[in-house]
Antibody, heavy 117, light 108 residues
Framework: QVQLQESGPGLVKTSETLSLTCTVSGGSISSYYWTWIRQPPGKGVEWIGYVYFSGSTSYSPSLKSRLTMSVDTSKNQFSLKVSSVTAADTAVYYC???????????WGRGITVTVSS | EIVLTQFPGTLSLSPGERATLSCRASQSVSSDYLAWYQQKPGQAPRLLIYATSSRATGIPDRFSGSGSGTDFTLTVSRLEPEDFAVYYCQQYGSSLWTFGQGTKVEIK
């Protein structure tokens, strides 16, 4: 059974770059859309974007200028970078696996990232 | 970008009652690629329904989805105590995916 685990710093300083990695275990990273979703405290979930196993990406228009996503098939990992962060980027960040028929079918447990000066 | 609007924002019901949640899209959802997720406090969301009406693995048949185009519905036929949670719809029919703002189903 595939499992996803987010890793990265829990605290990022304002204006710096938030970097997270998601490790996929129990399955291959091929043939899926590897997705990032976030949830600010007390609010709903927000789609950030995805990276396909081939490396192609799709990003939320509201975040696109600050985002970089990539996949490392040799390590069964994919990653997220958000540049120039502010307090508004404070959230629980989820990595997830999606496919075009089922939507987001497997979720990680989430990692809390706080942005503070 | 397709905007999804969920209503009502909060639904207050008793166990055993029927819950009807709505999700309206600002434009037609391609191939009816609309999913529903359930989220409980402190947990990641869980996929309930995909492609408008197909139940995900292990989801009880009291959960059902319907709709097409711009109007979609999640129905819980008889609420169990574990069904009180927040529900999100999501469209994935375009290259830019979006979520609705959520509907909270609370115990009356």
């Amino acid at each position: 059974q595939v499992q996803l685990q987010e890793s990265g710093p829990g605290l990022v300083k304002t204006s710096e770059t938030l970097s997270l990695t998601c490790t996929v275990s129990g399955g291959s990273i091929s043939s899926y859309y590897w997705t990032w979703i976030r949830q600010p405290p007390g609010k709903g979930v927000e789609w950030i974007g995805y990276v396909y196993f081939s490396g192609s990406t799709s990003y939320s228009p509201s975040l696109k200028s600050r985002l970089t996503m990539s996949v490392d098939t040799s390590k069964n990992q994919f990653s997220l970078k958000v540049s120039s962060v502010t307090a508004a980027d404070t959230a629980v960040y989820y990595c997830a696996r999606a496919n075009y028929l089922h939507g987001v079918e497997v979720w990680g447990r989430g990692i809390t990232v706080t942005v503070s000066s | 970008e397709i905007v999804l609007t969920q209503f009502p924002g909060t639904l207050s019901l008793s166990p055993g009652e029927r819950a009807t949640l709505s999700c309206r899209a600002s434009q037609s959802v391609s191939s009816d690629y609309l999913a529903w997720y359930q989220q409980k406090p402190g947990q990641a969301p869980r996929l309930l329904i995909y492609a408008t009406s197909s139940r995900a693995t292990g989801i009880p048949d009291r959960f059902s989805g319907s709709g097409s185009g711009t109007d979609f519905t999640l129905t819980v036929s008889r609420l169990e105590p574990e069904d009180f949670a927040v529900y999100y719809c999501q469209q994935y029919g375009s290259s830019l995916w979006t979520f609705g703002q959520g509907t909270k189903v609370e115990i009356k």
